[in-house]
């Protein structure tokens, strides 16, 4: 098991910028899988990005491709979410979740995940 914390998070207008952490607790974050879910008001929680245990394999949402990135420094068990070209429809809270059970066809999987933080809220006004 691993304990995850959010932080980054805030208000911010279209078409700006935010840069979100999760920092693990525990000796084996390079076994875990890293994963980025969001959830917005009303909605359900949706995959946003995910990392393999090296940081070499990435996965994202066709919705935040090519203006987020996901990255990870396993020397400091902390996963990072780079948010760009920020839109209102990403205003939503923030989940970072770690799976124990290796890369996978299907990282955007919610049930692939073991581990969830309490979340980081987003907002983005127009």
């Known amino acids: 098991q691993v304990q995850l914390v959010e932080s980054g998070g805030g208000s911010v207008q279209a078409g700006g910028s935010l840069r979100l952490s999760c920092a693990a607790s525990?000796?084996?974050?390079?076994?875990?899988?890293m994963g980025w879910f969001r959830q917005a008001p009303g909605k359900e929680r949706e995959f946003v990005a995910a990392?393999?245990?090296?940081?070499?394999?990435?996965y994202y949402a066709d919705s935040v491709k090519g203006r987020f990135t996901i990255s990870r420094d396993n020397a400091k068990n902390t996963v990072y979410l780079q948010m760009n070209s920020l839109k209102p429809d990403d205003t939503a809270v923030y989940y970072c979740?770690?799976?124990?059970?290796?890369?996978?066809?299907?990282?955007?999987?919610?049930?692939?995940?073991?581990?969830w933080g309490q979340g980081t809220q987003v907002t983005v006004s127009s």
């Open positions: 979740a770690a799976g124990s059970t290796g890369w996978t066809p299907t990282p955007f999987s919610a049930t692939r995940y073991d581990d």
């Open positions: 525990g000796r084996s974050f390079r076994s875990y899988v």
């Open positions: 990392a393999s245990r090296g940081g070499s394999s990435t």
